[in-house]
């Protein structure tokens, strides 16, 4: 028990020291028991819920997801899914097609305020509910619950009976309080896409028949109770049932999966958590899960040195769900993976745990800064610890990007998640262009300034919900650039980057030969620009042109020459080059090619 009040209160200390004047959230306490029929696949449960208002505001009602009730026909999440213009479908088609008894359903039987019965509303995946007694800032009072669901087939994150055949891959399992902050509830209908919620301590207990293994969020309270793995069995099972609790603290979310047939193994991570991996003894799955597990290690070790200490003691690869998805502690792994298949999942989503858990933007309004962020993380750790040896570890982000440009169909970032016209359109703004967000932003204040950015993010902003302008300000204070342009531009635009030399021309500058070199910005963005030049006796020299509204610029290599900076409401730039009796050869714009230039054909003459 010393451990556990030890990490609550590392964790407060974590989670308090970053708290700025007047920024505030609010605060959750779950306790949960549910009692499972394993064989109809559905459970009846119980939750009490503290609910602490931080908040300034008088709160007169609240809201819940009930995030199982997307799953049968006629549901926003169906409707929408037959609407987007591409592989979207499927799930529609999927959700159509399901039997009445693979219907996902929550049924919120009863819910009480300290004691005083509610009157409820469900609205599909939302339930709304007025309180009896307003909670002022600074208190809290109690909601008490009563639910039966139903588990629907697996179609999307959640559900029973995987592909993988694993019986229960239980996200967004229970009736979950909304979030409510500065910009007031997000009670937001769940279409399929990201989450938002409420930092909180979650205790949960699961009560199934005793040959299942469960694995998830948080730590296990009873391990010589239930074996499985987790410790040696202190006494034979004396009825068909047995309980495992889990505490899960300052958390805004739990997950579970269960199966009868899963592998339990454990690695240590050097100066990290415990890593605990799930998956199926069979011949698809054993190989390549047993060779992953030092690589998980490798990748755990990278972003805790390049981003920030993992606060928790334990972490879970789980086989569940669909694809991969991350989760408070853990994350669900599906589907027969080859080992780089595999360990590319992995990395993706261990990755998460820093920007989806421990920052936990509003994945909703921002996937971006997760999905994004994520990508490009991760993409330079595959690089590195899978030895690909890529010169530009997120250089596909760049071509996915082009592609979207070239159709004439792309949607900004500040675009809500669920409000995107086409999957690609989501996918390629929230992981392509999140993740050219960050490179391009090494381009414009440099790679070790960037490096120190993302520390400094975390370390200030770690349990907290950071928004974009959250970040912009730290960047601009490592940099000591102003920096609200490029947020601005490249976040809530589709305005494009594309500069092109123009022409070179030979003068006489001050006495000495030279070439006056024009430039040209073609494109509606504007940005800070290297340019190369390569003489015929083999010389190369380097200079860099600030852009004007950035109030500064990186910091240069010994030998770059810094030229004037170029105001972005001119499209046109020259500079002058002395020559001697050299002769220029090549010109070129970002050699390079951090620059999301869309037109790369006149970066170079």
Not at 80 to 88: G, H
């Amino acid at each position: 028990m010393k451990f556990f009040k030890s990490l609550f209160l590392t964790l407060l200390i974590f989670s308090c020291s970053n708290k700025e004047k007047g920024r505030w959230q609010q605060h959750v306490s779950y306790k949960m028991v549910i009692d499972v029929d394993a064989e109809s696949r559905s459970y009846i449960g119980t939750q009490e819920l503290v609910y602490s208002n931080n908040s300034p505001d008088t709160i007169s009602r609240v809201f819940y997801h009930l995030y199982f009730n997307a799953f049968k026909p006629g549901s926003e999440m169906q409707v929408r899914a037959s609407e987007i213009n591409d592989d979207d479908r499927s799930i529609s088609k999927k959700i159509l097609s399901l039997d009445r008894k693979d219907y996902g359903d929550v049924r919120v039987l009863e819910l009480l305020q300290d004691g005083a019965v509610l009157d409820i509303i469900n609205q599909e995946t939302i339930l709304e509910a007025g309180l009896k007694n307003p909670l002022l800032p600074g208190e809290k009072t109690t909601l008490s619950m009563r639910f039966e669901v139903n588990v629907p087939q697996q179609i999307r994150r959640s559900g029973k009976d995987s592909e993988d055949g694993v019986a229960f891959s239980m996200a967004q399992w229970y009736p979950k309080l909304c979030e409510y902050d500065s910009q007031g509830w997000h009670a937001n209908a769940y279409i399929g896409r990201e989450f938002f919620g409420v930092w909180g301590d979650f205790d949960v207990t699961i009560n199934i028949d005793k040959n299942y293994t469960v694995a998830g969020s948080g730590y296990l309270q009873n391990p010589e109770e239930v074996g499985h793995g987790y410790a040696e069995l202190k006494k034979p099972y004396d009825s068909d049932k047995i309980s495992w609790r889990f505490l899960a603290p300052n958390v805004h979310d739990f997950s579970w999966a269960a199966d009868t047939e899963y592998v339990h193994d454990v690695v240590d991570v050097p100066g990290g958590p415990k890593m605990h991996f799930f998956y199926k003894e069979d011949d698809k799955y054993s190989k390549n899960w047993k060779i992953v597990q030092p690589y998980s290690v490798l990748f755990m070790q990278y972003f805790i040195e390049k981003i920030g200490p993992y606060p928790y003691k334990q972490y879970s690869v789980i086989l569940a769900g669909d694809g991969g998805m991350e989760y408070a502690m853990c994350t669900f792994i599906g589907g027969v993976r080859n080992f780089e298949s595999l360990a590319g999942v992995i990395s993706h989503e261990i990755a998460h745990t820093w920007f989806q858990f421990l920052l936990a933007t509003n994945e909703s309004k921002h996937a971006w800064m997760d999905e994004g962020f994520t990508s490009y993380i991760s993409d330079h750790a595959e690089n590195e610890i899978l030895e690909k040896g890529l010169d530009f570890a997120n250089r596909r982000a760049y071509v996915d990007y082009f592609k979207v440009v070239r159709s004439g169909l792309e949607e900004p970032l500040t675009t809500h998640a669920d409000r995107f016209s086409s999957s690609r359109n989501y996918g390629m703004a929230s992981y392509d262009k999140g993740s050219i967000f960050l490179s391009q932003l090494g381009y414009i204040i440099g790679e070790e300034a960037l490096s120190k950015v993302l520390k400094k993010y975390y370390s200030k902003y770690v349990f907290t919900h950071p928004d974009p302008e959250d970040f912009i300000r730290v960047a601009e204070k490592v940099s000591e650039q102003e920096l609200d342009w490029y947020l601005m531009d490249w976040g809530q635009t589709t305005k494009t980057i594309d500069y092109a030399i123009k022409s070179v021309k030979k003068t006489n500058t001050e006495g000495c030969d030279s070439v006056t070199i024009l430039m040209n910005r073609k494109g509606e963005m504007a940005i800070p620009n290297d340019v190369e030049v390569e003489f015929v006796s083999g010389i190369v020299k380097e200079y860099h042109i600030p852009l004007l509204m950035s109030r500064g610029h990186k910091p240069l290599d010994s030998g770059v020459v810094l030229l004037e900076p170029w105001s972005w409401a001119k499209k046109n730039y020259s500079f002058n080059i002395c020559v001697d009796d050299d002769v220029v050869v090549g010109i070129t714009i970002d050699p390079l090619n951090k620059s999301a230039d869309v037109d790369q054909t006149n970066n170079s003459i």
